[in-house]
């Protein structure tokens, strides 16, 4: 399906999760390579400012967060399904969790000094300066993990979900994968790459082998893409995903908003509302080089608001 567009990057987890997504429904896509830190010109001409990896874009319509961007990929291809019925809704709230919760003991458990030397390798102390700073401010009031509660962490986490699979289940939640698999994955994936860390994993044998199975999917069949073409692409397409704002929702149609995450990298997007209900909210705004393009976020884990023109502030 070359109609999906993926903005990312290669180590980025967020990215694996949907990748690996990709994978399990054997879909075609185009691949754009995106920086792994500001200035990211490009991406803001698409977002608006989101500057989180990845994202995924369809024609002008750009789909931010992987919460989001996996039910688009869901319905454009249904089969075989991402959140099968037998899981319930415990797969949301195992995704969710893993979402937050896990990933932020995996990426600074994995980032510690022997990690960061085998992700990093060779790159020059400049760039090492530059790549914590642009953390850092996309994470400013986060309290990180020690590395030593960082391991304990982990290892009740993941002696959990290995305990999940000791009645001999293939995926986490029964025979299917569901979006809890991919979720988990991204971490697991995460820590794999700096093998000097990665022995936090190794008792914990039930879930590796889970974790190949998730992994032997692969990630469907890429094909790179300029960022300057998926710009053109954006500003080439006049049609849109079908969007409505729903009655009392607080916001009415043609509204001025703003819309940001809620708990790190929290860049305000705005625009004009065109979208609003229970799972979504979507903006329309104007670029000189993207042209007119409609940008998607979920409704769990942002903030929408009005801009107050009398002072400037929003309330």
């Not at 990896?53 to 961007?69: K, S």
Request: proline share 7%; charged share 20%; aromatic share 10%.
């Amino acid at each position: 399906m070359s109609d999906l567009v993926l903005h990312h990057y290669a180590g980025s987890p967020f990215s694996e999760k949907v990748r690996l997504i990709l994978g399990y429904k054997g879909l075609a896509w185009k691949s754009v390579t995106v920086p792994v830190m500001l200035p990211k010109p490009d991406v803001v001409a698409l977002t608006g400012g989101y500057r989180r990896t990845p994202f995924l874009q369809v024609g002008a319509d750009i789909y931010c967060d992987t919460a989001l961007m996996c039910r688009v990929i869901d319905a454009m291809a249904p089969q075989p399904p991402l959140y099968p019925v037998a899981a319930g809704g415990l797969q949301h709230m195992l995704a969710q969790w893993a979402d937050t919760t896990l990933f932020w003991s995996a990426i600074p458990y994995t980032m510690q000094p022997a990690g960061a030397q085998y992700l990093f390798g060779d790159a020059p102390p400049d760039f090492l300066k530059a790549f914590a700073a642009d953390r850092a401010a996309m994470t400013p009031n986060l309290r990180r993990a020690t590395t030593v509660d960082g391991a304990a962490q982990l290892a009740s986490y993941f002696g959990w979900l290995d305990t999940e699979l000791a009645d001999g289940r293939q995926f986490l939640l029964g025979a299917q994968p569901c979006i809890a698999d991919f979720s988990v994955a991204q971490s697991i994936w995460y820590i794999r790459r700096a093998p000097p860390v990665a022995t936090v994993l190794a008792p914990f044998t039930r879930l590796l082998a889970w974790y190949e199975r998730v992994a032997a999917f692969g990630h469907g069949t890429p094909e790179k893409m300029r960022s300057d073409a998926a710009l053109e692409l954006a500003a080439g397409t006049h049609r849109f995903a079908p969007t409505q704002v729903e009655a009392n929702a607080g916001f009415a149609a043609g509204d001025a908003v703003t819309v940001a995450p809620t708990d790190y990298a929290t860049d305000l997007v705005s625009g004009t509302l065109v979208g609003l209900n229970q799972n979504e909210v979507v903006i329309e705004r104007k670029d000189e080089r993207a042209g007119t393009v409609h940008v998607h976020f979920p409704r769990i884990g942002y903030q929408i608001k009005k801009p107050k023109i009398d002072s400037g502030e929003t309330k």
